[in-house]
């Protein structure tokens, strides 16, 4: 207890001369910098915590630094984007991605079989790689030749730029659509669906161990079942489906963007997990590896599909009201007129970037505190951070909370890039700066602890915003009448000074559990 | 079937190293068998293999006429095996009540089980919400043992209960676990003969990872010699 409480007291005097050092540098400024800075202080905080939230699960119970954490943040804004802006392009996608898992997800149904199926070890793993490969290169195959209507890189005017613009100037046209011309639909579909089943026979027939207790029942045909029904259903109105897509509000589109990205990160998380991670979970140099060699795949990847150069995601309408009683001045005014800015202390406030983003990320630590702290998952995920062993031995499966703690992570950062691709805009370069910020968030809070990832990230939000804030009105030099204007490359530095002095006094951070 | 469990002549790893090599023995059901040997004679990993925290490469092991190695960890105790490890293996960031409720199989076991685990244990009761590692050494003993007995267990692996407990205590505990036979066949790990030679009734000594002998507790406690020659002094 003694140590505990002298542990905490140097945690709490840290934050004290922190607290000071950012009042102190409040006072030249007045009110209202001093609120704005504070609530971009809050935004920038929110959205790396979000990556930093998923980061600290996933390391907290898999003991997995999940490098590519930035990309996946990443992938998220662009999906959200892509739905968003793109609507016709994301129906389009939906059928072949919700094919091809149907055929995945019937794995657990061959997996009973494959293990019937008697084989000498060596011949059943070359059949297992041949049906695999097999699979996915006739599932490339009829890919390239699906039809999916989307934007085109070399030809400006039908640019992800020039979309973005045109959504902007609330301009929703359907660009044309994609036809079936290199392949027949109903080939298209049956392919998607056999294909992907041939490769996971495949996959059944490497994991025969696994799939030996296995029981087949009905209950198993329901996913796959589901996503074919789903999958079609899309396919066959797929253009009123779109037109649909366009019609709708602004609003609602977007909630169906970042609610699409999140489930992206879910999925690819999931995946990721299943995969890649499984394997290594006794080898941390080849996971780092492995997560920094995604990160850097994804990156190219995105590159290829959405380009290089910059383009926004344009905020909803509920978030761009202009004229009339705007900027509002109060709370009635706000909500009738969807102002974009908000005056507070005399001073301009985007509603958007520096007081949404914060009250989302305030929503997402309580409900992800509560899911720690109250549900049934969140108590095997505290037991399983200490000691895996003893919770399969209660009869969990810890497996597949760590499937699930992955996703989530993975949800989380995805959702972060969705969050913040209107306020800051969509860049190949987004994830990496995120990245960075989330790693130092957490030196800083405390690595595997869940309110360190919070504060932590705020005061690199905070940090960040006041450095900035700095850069354009200096700081007075006591007893001089120089003033010292910090340049924009020392706004990540002062970050990382932050972390240096907080690790040489505190090594596991302010709210670290020392191990 | 007489024995719940069987353990047919098996080898076990732990990550590359060759533990048990050949330990064979039967556990009737409803009795108290003990596991005696030296320090690192394989007796720990003998519970191990029997759940599957262990890698089990030769022979078998059958619970309720069941083979069950190669299963993962998590199935086999879910046919009904509860395990009270080494040092307890107390998870310090929950409470009292959900170090319990956490071993739940069903939703309401807590609840159905709580008269009787609150009777064996009533000091568990009165600090339900405090952290696990916030009890003293005896209580966590209780509580590992309390939190084996939430689900429906049919068999009970307890590795060292007697393990840096005041005498007072230990006297509890086997009155305790005593008890516990009535409900559930017990199969515990003992360092201290004595409270083994009062709990079992049948003991099974591993040596170097062999079995080397097994049968009746009140045979080996007539039997100086080779108490002396497999345990040390008594």
Not at chain 1, 51 to 80: E, H, K, W
Not at chain 1, 171 to 196: C, D, H, N, Q, Y
Not at chain 1, 225 to 253: P, Q
Not at chain 1, 445 to 466: D, E, H, K, N, R
Request: proline share 4%.
């Amino acid at each position: 207890m003694k140590m505990n409480f002298r542990k905490n007291s140097k945690a709490i005097i840290l934050l004290a001369v922190i607290a000071a050092f950012l009042f102190v540098a409040a006072r030249g400024m007045s009110g209202k910098d001093v609120l704005i800075t504070v609530l971009r202080g809050f935004s920038v905080g929110s959205v790396t915590f979000l990556v930093a939230a998923g980061f600290s699960l996933i390391f907290g119970l898999l003991d997995v630094l999940n490098l590519a954490q930035g990309t996946l943040y990443m992938i998220g804004a662009y999906v959200g984007w892509t739905v968003y802006v793109r609507p016709d392009t994301f129906i389009d996608v939906l059928t072949p991605v919700l094919l091809i898992l149907a055929g995945f997800s019937l794995s657990a149904i061959w997996g009973r079989l494959a293990s019937l199926i008697r084989l000498a070890p060596k011949a059943r793993k070359t059949v297992a790689w041949i049906l695999i490969l097999a699979g996915l290169g006739l599932l490339a195959l009829i890919l390239t030749r699906y039809p999916i209507a989307v934007w085109d890189l070399n030809n400006y005017s039908e640019s992800p730029i020039t979309y973005s613009y045109m959504a902007d100037q609330g301009m929703r046209i359907i660009p044309a659509e994609a036809t079936f011309e290199k392949i027949s639909p109903v080939l298209a579909l049956m392919g998607l669906l056999v294909t992907s089943g041939i490769s996971a026979v495949g996959i059944a027939l490497l994991n025969r161990e696994a799939n030996r207790t296995q029981e087949i029942n009905w209950r198993k045909l329901v996913l796959p079942a589901g996503l074919l029904l789903v999958g079609i259903l899309v396919a066959i109105f797929n253009a009123s489906l779109t037109r649909w897509m366009f019609s709708i509000s602004s609003n609602l589109l977007f909630v169906i963007s970042v609610v699409v990205a999140i489930i992206s990160g879910v999925g690819l998380g999931a995946l990721m997990e299943t995969t890649l991670i499984r394997p290594l979970y006794n080898r941390p140099i080849y996971q780092l590896m492995l997560t920094l060699g995604l990160g850097t795949i994804g990156l190219q990847i995105v590159q290829a599909v959405w380009g290089r150069p910059e383009f926004v995601l344009p905020k909803p309408e509920f978030f761009t009201g202009t004229g009339g009683a705007c900027p509002a001045t109060n709370l009635s005014d706000l909500f009738t007129n969807h102002c974009s800015t908000i005056m507070l202390l005399g001073g301009r406030v985007r509603v958007y970037d520096e007081i949404f983003i914060p009250i989302v990320g305030i929503i997402v630590l309580i409900m992800v505190w509560f899911l720690l702290k109250r549900s049934r998952i969140g108590m095997v995920i505290r037991a399983g951070v200490q000691d895996r062993q003893m919770v399969e031995a209660l009869g969990i499966n810890v497996r597949r909370v760590f499937t699930l703690v992955f996703a989530l992570g993975v949800g989380l950062a995805a959702f972060g890039g969705a969050l913040a691709a209107p306020s800051s805009g969509l860049t190949p370069t987004m994830g990496e700066k995120l990245l960075l910020s989330a790693l130092i968030a957490l030196a800083i809070g405390g690595l595997t602890s869940f309110p360190g990832a919070a504060l932590g990230s705020l005061l690199v939000g905070l940090i960040q915003q006041f450095m900035i804030k700095y850069g354009q009105i200096g700081i007075p030099l006591p007893f001089t009448d120089a003033v010292f204007k910090p340049s924009p490359a020392l706004v990540p530095a002062s970050t990382v000074l932050l972390m240096v002095v907080v690790l040489l006094i505190l090594p596991h951070g302010l709210l670290g559990n020392k191990e | 079937m007489n024995n719940i469990l069987e353990v047919k002549n098996i080898h076990s790893f732990i990550n590359q190293y060759h533990i048990l090599q050949d330990v064979d023995f039967v556990v009737p059901k409803g009795s108290i068998t003990a596991l005696l040997g030296r320090n690192g004679a394989g007796k720990t990993t003998t519970l191990k293999s029997i759940l599957g925290l262990a890698n089990v490469r030769q022979g078998k092991v059958i619970f309720n006429d069941r083979e069950v190695q190669g299963m993962p960890p998590f199935e086999i105790a879910a046919l009904g095996i509860g395990f009270v490890p080494e040092h307890r293996a107390i998870f310090r960031d929950l409470s009292v009540e959900e170090n319990l409720k956490i071993a739940e199989r069903n939703k309401g076991d807590l609840e159905r089980k709580k008269t009787f685990i609150f009777d064996l244990f009533p000091d568990l009761k009165k600090f339900l919400h405090l952290r696990g590692t916030e009890l003293s050494g005896g209580q966590q003993q209780m509580l590992a043992i309390a939190r084996a007995l939430v689900a429906d267990n049919s068999l009970l692996l307890i590795d060292e209960p007697s393990e840096g407990l005041a005498p007072v205590i230990i006297e509890h505990m086997i009155d305790v676990i005593h008890q516990l036979s009535e409900q559930s066949t017990v199969v515990l790990v003992e360092q201290n003969f004595l409270v083994a030679s009062k709990l079992a009734e049948y003991f099974v000594i591993i040596e170097e990872g062999k079995s080397v002998a097994t049968g009746l507790m009140k045979d080996l406690e007539a039997d100086q010699a080779m108490i002396h020659r497999y345990l040390g002094a008594a």
